[in-house]
């Protein structure tokens, strides 16, 4: 045998065995008594192995939770889920020429806002324009006696006396309904929940309630008083309702709170000597109950905690935020008095001014007072934080709870940036 070959022969006796190399040898190779030529083993690779599998474990299901939660959020942001929040989101994109945006029938009767989108309500018609000023939508309604609700995805527009009323958002109209009689007043929650209060033979009023898909949930039949007003509350569960009658030369309100499922009332409250005109619901589960001569804050259950009397000054104006009220207080033009209510129902403060004011808002625990051309910024002491610039003429003063505020007078709207 030739040196060469004795190499080969050596060389194949210094490899294991195919059953050795498949399965990582025996235990002489692993113990290095093979002649020199010994085999390692790599311990650790099975349990380094079952740690990154738990950990693309533990990602991916924090990654699915993530996407869960983030569909739950966008779904819960209109009562359409997140098919509808999807299209206003879209219709609301654009460009535009900025504001002021004007009004040619110069009948702007107030201004709303949507998240950045502006709404100019008139006697005929509700535009929607966005942050940039473009024109979204406008529609013509048609109604003789039009009035407003408008939560943050959906506006309610119903006919006051006649018996028709809609629902719309910035990319669609979502229902046109005939009522049997004819319609008093009117709320919408955010969750979409709508009551409709109308006349009723044989009863001072009727109060149809419908979910956000616009099925008839329950109908109320009310005694006792003329209904003055009607509210949803914010989980959509109960309603408000405020009545007046006048017996023994004075005015009585009565103001009632009903579940869906009992057609008796479960709370009620009474007001002697005044006429609650509107119902506002706050984010505690209360409501802001707003007379021609006094207001006052309740818990859910309609148990008064304070109360606040005008002394003779006559309501011009308020509005709410979260748990927080302004009051606008006025005796004449030149003579007004901003009045801000704490959570508690208490008075916080109160600033006089000389001169016309228009509007009040509350937003982002501050107070915006609108006069002139310009916007006065209160903080909670009723001192005055900043001013800002407006359009001349402003009139109607709105919200969006994200820094910015938008003014309309008859004619035209503009953006005013508050942060």
Not at 97 to 102: E, L, R
Request: charged fraction near 20%.
């Amino acid at each position: 045998m030739s040196e060469r070959d004795k190499r080969k022969v050596n060389n194949n006796r210094a490899r294991p065995s195919g059953h050795a190399a498949r399965t990582g040898g025996s235990a002489e190779l692993a113990s290095g008594r093979d002649g020199g030529h010994g085999l390692s083993v790599i311990k650790g690779k099975r349990t380094k192995n079952k740690r990154m599998s738990a950990i693309r474990a533990a990602v991916s299901t924090v990654l699915i939770l993530a996407v869960i939660i983030t569909l739950l959020f966008l779904n819960s942001k209109a009562p359409g889920g997140i098919v509808e929040w999807s299209r206003i989101t879209w219709a609301s994109m654009g460009s535009g020429d900025g504001y002021p945006v004007t009004e040619p029938d110069r009948g702007i009767k107030s201004v709303y806002m949507q998240g950045s989108n502006v709404l100019l309500f008139t006697d005929t018609s509700l535009t929607i324009y966005n942050k940039n000023g473009g024109e979204i939508r406008s529609l013509l309604h048609g109604y003789v006696s039009p009035a407003i609700c408008v939560t943050q995805t959906r506006t309610l527009i119903y006919d006051r006396g006649a018996n028709v009323f809609r629902v719309d958002n910035n990319y669609e109209t979502l229902l046109e309904r005939r009522t049997d009689n004819q319609i008093i007043t009117a709320d919408m929650a955010e969750n979409g929940t709508i009551a409709v209060a109308t006349t009723a033979s044989g009863y001072s009023g009727q109060v149809k309630v419908y979910n956000k898909n616009f099925i008839e949930q329950s109908t109320r039949y009310i005694s006792g008083g003329d209904i003055t007003s009607v509210c949803v509350c914010r989980d959509g569960r109960n309603i408000i309702v405020a009545t007046v009658s006048a017996s023994g030369g004075y005015y009585r309100s009565t103001v009632y709170k009903y579940d869906l499922n009992s057609n008796e009332p479960i709370a009620t409250a009474v007001y002697d000597g005044a006429v609650i005109l509107s119902v506002e619901r706050l984010h505690d589960g209360g409501f802001l109950l707003i007379g021609d001569s006094l207001c006052a804050v309740t818990d859910a259950d309609l148990t008064e905690k304070n109360r606040l009397s005008y002394d003779g000054e006559q309501l011009a104006g308020f509005d709410t935020d979260g748990s927080q009220a302004v009051l606008l207080l006025g005796s004449s033009m030149l003579d007004n008095t901003v009045v801000n209510i704490a959570e508690d129902g208490t008075e916080q403060s109160r600033k006089k001014y000389d001169t016309d004011v228009y509007a009040v808002l509350k937003q982002d625990g501050g107070t915006y007072v609108l006069k002139n051309g310009s916007i006065d910024h209160l903080d909670g002491t009723g001192s005055v934080v900043s001013t800002y610039e407006c359009i001349s003429g402003g009139l109607y003063l709105a919200g969006s709870g994200s820094g910015s505020l938008a003014v309309a007078s008859v004619s035209s709207a503009g953006v005013v940036d508050v942060r």
